[in-house]
């Protein structure tokens, strides 16, 4: 499946000579957009291979993942369980967009404190969940594994060849891994991490094995789902001038960014750029719950 690259109009462009394109990847699927379209893609495949009933993930309160799997498994037919991290969410989560949408499409929950979370990769773990909720296909946390970072190579295709520059949002690695694979000699794939710290790049070198990729760090606002009234200042501009809905947790942070960037003069004139829009939408509702609760103003 393709999808559009829709170029971006904004000011100080044209003056650097500078064409930046999105590549519209949230409009793939209403429920299963952008990067979870292509991770789940061959994940779905694999598990109906074998024969599994009943897919089992990893996600928080408001994760693209956890609402794009529950879809994916009502869509082919599978169960679908979420490992929730957070079990204060038990008693209130049908006051959360989120898992309300996840559950109203199949998907059941398992509430684990978040001490308990840190130990999902552990076979220890994995056998007690085994045990408690029966036999599941296991699908990681973002949906990153080789089957999800081959899905993601095909998110670039032959009209792409052009750009110089392939931007991403960076979660668990997945989808810069990918695009790593995917791109052409003459390009260099950039992510933008939402979260702090240095470790996402041992993670990212396991599951790629080239070397033309690189992360810029300056934009996480604080860290995962972190925002800042000059973040939803932005993607609220974004929105009107282009038209186009940025979700605050990745690809908000990814084009503040790229813009940014592009001010300070980090890329060369007469730079072609391809941004990736991955989705994640779904999680503007729960976060404007929150930027409410904080008299901070909302992501229109």
């Not at 309160?61 to 498994?73: C, E, L, P, V």
């Not at 932005?234 to 001038?241: A, H, L, P, S």
């Not at 690809?251 to 960037?261: A, E, P, R, S, V």
């Amino acid at each position: 499946m393709i999808s559009e690259n829709q170029e971006i109009i904004w000011p100080g462009l044209a003056e650097k000579n500078i064409r930046l394109y999105l590549k519209r990847e949230d409009l793939l699927h209403p429920w299963i957009s952008g990067n979870k379209f292509r991770k789940l893609k061959y994940n779905i495949e694999e598990a109906q291979k074998k024969g599994a009933t009943t897919l089992l993930t990893f996600g928080g309160a408001f994760s693209n993942h956890i609402s794009a799997t529950a879809y994916a498994g009502y869509k082919h037919g599978l169960k679908t369980i979420g490992v929730i991290r957070g079990e204060e969410l038990e008693g209130n989560w049908i006051d959360n967009p989120t898992l309300k949408q996840a559950y109203d499409h199949g998907m059941r929950f398992h509430f684990i404190s978040r001490s308990r979370y840190r130990e999902k990769d552990s076979l220890e773990f994995i056998a007690s969940l085994e045990s408690h909720l029966g036999p599941f296909y296991m699908v990681p946390e973002g949906g990153t594994n080789t089957l999800a970072v081959k899905g993601c190579t095909e998110i670039l295709n032959p009209i792409d060849t052009g750009f110089d520059f392939v931007c991403t949002a960076v979660g668990t690695g997945g989808t810069i891994a990918g695009l790593s694979q995917g791109a052409s000699p003459n390009q260099e794939v950039l992510g933008f991490p939402a979260l702090k710290g240095d470790f996402l790049k041992q993670e990212i070198k396991a599951l790629t094995p080239r070397d033309n990729w690189a992360l810029v760090a300056d934009y996480h606002f604080g860290g995962y789902a972190k925002m800042s009234k000059e973040l939803v200042g932005f993607i609220n501009d974004f929105k009107q001038v282009t038209g186009i809905p940025l979700d605050p947790v990745y690809t908000g942070k990814m084009m503040f960014g790229i813009l940014d960037m592009i001010s300070a003069a980090r890329f060369s004139e007469g730079s072609r750029i391809l941004a990736i829009h991955t989705g994640g939408l779904q999680g503007i509702a729960g976060m404007n719950q929150k930027l409410q609760k904080k008299n901070l103003p909302l992501i229109a």
